[in-house]
Structures are given as structure tokens and as C-alpha cells.
């Protein structure tokens, strides 16, 4: 390999820092990195019944991250650009992040809902209501044209240059079958294509924009 590596160093405690770019192939001269030490970002999750949201999943997302998130929890198989601060609410729906430099987004999921708070907009003990999911129902042909057993896809709608810079993306694998009736959990309030894939392509999705606790 060649070019250049860059190197984040990171510790409980501390705000990271970056080292300076790294030869590769090349002898390193000695430097210096100075840690300066900092609070952590402490919070509370509670459900839309003021209750706590323990073993919810909390993720930070900085500006050039996103948060992956597959039937209503983080999904962290390979992503590029993932979120890389993810931890859980404790019992009594606390939890804490590690501060950093920069602005981002607060992402929580449980199985009663969701939230997302800028970090702009939280302090110290922020209480986070969560959102709770709304729910997709409905019916489809149990074979394709072709004969074949389709799928049934839910996505975002929006163009996918959009969602490049979305920083959060709501993806689902789980879809529950039964007969010809589906059941889609786990739903955010925003708006949604959903419909058969036929030919791995999504066929005549309907257009719906879930409200939150709402089954449709």
C-alpha cells in the first residue's frame, strides 16, 4: 500500500484527536498528542407514556456519519460511514456519550419508539421522549407474473441523491407473511414507498406518510 493513513486517537474522557497523516512504507518520526479531557454527555430516554426506555440503543452522529437502522435497531454489518458511538440505556433509561468537537445528532430506538434530537438542541440530563412506530398492513399476490414468490419492500421516499445525505436511513429486512397479509413493525414518521419487488425492482409502490402509532 501507499499514500497517506490517517490515525484517530480516542480515550474515556477525552475529546479525539487526529494524528498527522502517516506515510505508508515510511519510517515515522516521533510526535506528540495531547488528550484534553472532557465531561461525558449524559441524557435520559423515556417512552411517549413518560416511562423508562431501558435497553434502548443510543447512537451519536457526527457530520460526516450516518445512522443505519434495520427493523428498528442500529445495523452495524459493514457500513461505510457508520455510526461508531452506539451504547444502551441503562434500567432506569439513562445513558451517556462521549462529547466530541463537533455538532450531530442524538439517535435513539426502542422497541416503543424512536427519537432523533440535534445536539444543538440537548443539555446536560436532556429527557428524550421517544416517538412511538407506526405499523404497515396489507395484502399481495402470492406469486409474481413470472410464477415466482415476491417480496415485499418498504424504502424512503426520496431520490436517492437525497438520501446520500440523510443521516439517518430507516431499512427493514423483517416483514411478517402470513397467507397473503404482511405486517411491517417498527415504521418512522416519515414518508415511505412500499410495495412487491418484482425483477429486483420495486413495483407500483404506494405512497405513505405514517403518523406515529398509526397502523396502516
Known sequence: FTGDALLKIEAKGYLSEMAPPLKLGETCKPFVIRLTKTEARPGIAVTARGQPAAEAEVGWVGPDERAFLTDG????RGYSYQADQIVKTGVDGRFELDRTRDEG????VHPDGYATVKSADFTNDSKITLTPWARIEGSIDSAGPDGKQLTVAVEQAMSSEALEAEPVRWMFDEVSITGNRFAIEHVPAVPMHVGAVIRWEH???AYLNPEPGKTY
Open 73 to 76: 435497531r442500529f445495523s452495524t
Open 203 to 205: 413495483s407500483d409502490p
Open 105 to 108: 445528532l442524538i439517535v435513539v
